[in-house]
Structure formats: structure tokens, C-alpha cells
């Protein structure tokens, strides 16, 4: 079964960076273009970013372009996101999603939390 797990997220001061893991399992990772969303308390669920199965293209949400790097690594069936320069309103639950046979599969977030 299509598995998503997320790990990386933590606490950080304002003007920090932090790295996101997504790990995938349970369907052929290389194939499939992933992406990243968030969700703050109180808000909708948000696109963040997002790349295509070889990696070859990539875009991002007008609120994180120049701060955030998504990639990937299809040998290791795992996506990145590299977030500097934090802002608190970047404070967000961050989940990672694949479209696979016309179904949204979710991992289950993780927390980050950019305060002073």
C-alpha cells in the first residue's frame, strides 16, 4: 500500500532553515510527480510546492519562491524540501502527496514552528 511519511520539521528562529523528508513506499516512487502542501491552524490546506517524477520541473507558491527548494532523490524513493530564510508565518503542519491511479494519498505531516 502507498505509504507517505514526513520527518525534518521542528522549531527555528526566524530567519532559519529546515529540511523536510517525505519517504515513500508501496508504489514506484520514480514514476510519479510529488508535491508539498501545509496547513496552519485555522487555514485552508495549501499547495506549496511541487515536482515532476524526474525532477526535471519544479514550482512553487509565490509566498515561498526564493526560500524553498523542492527535490528528489529516486533512489532513495524520498522528496525534500529545503526552507530558508523562515518566516512565522510559514508555521504550518507540512505534508507531502502523490496522485497515484486517480487517488490523493497523504502522509501524515510534520511540525514546523518558525518563533523567536
Do not use: H
Not at 501545509?38 to 499547495?47: I, L, T, V
Not at 524520498?78 to 497515484?100: F, G, I, R
Amino acid at each position: 500500500q502507498v505509504q507517505l511519511v514526513e520527518s525534518g520539521g521542528g522549531l527555528v528562529q526566524p530567519g532559519g532553515s529546515l529540511r523536510l523528508s517525505c519517504a515513500a513506499s508501496g508504489f514506484t516512487f520514480s514514476a510519479y510527480s510529488m508535491s508539498w502542501y501545509r496547513q496552519a491552524p485555522g487555514k485552508e490546506r495549501e499547495s506549496v510546492a511541487a515536482i515532476t517524477n524526474t525532477g526535471g520541473s519544479t514550482n512553487y507558491a509565490d509566498s515561498v519562491k526564493g526560500r524553498f527548494t523542492i527535490s528528489r532523490d529516486n533512489a532513495k524513493n524520498t522528496m525534500y524540501l529545503q526552507m530558508n530564510s523562515l518566516k512565522p508565518e510559514d508555521t504550518a503542519v507540512y505534508l507531502c502527496k502523490v496522485n497515484v491511479a486517480y487517488r490523493s494519498y497523504w502522509g501524515q505531516g510534520t511540525q514546523v514552528t518558525v518563533s523567536s
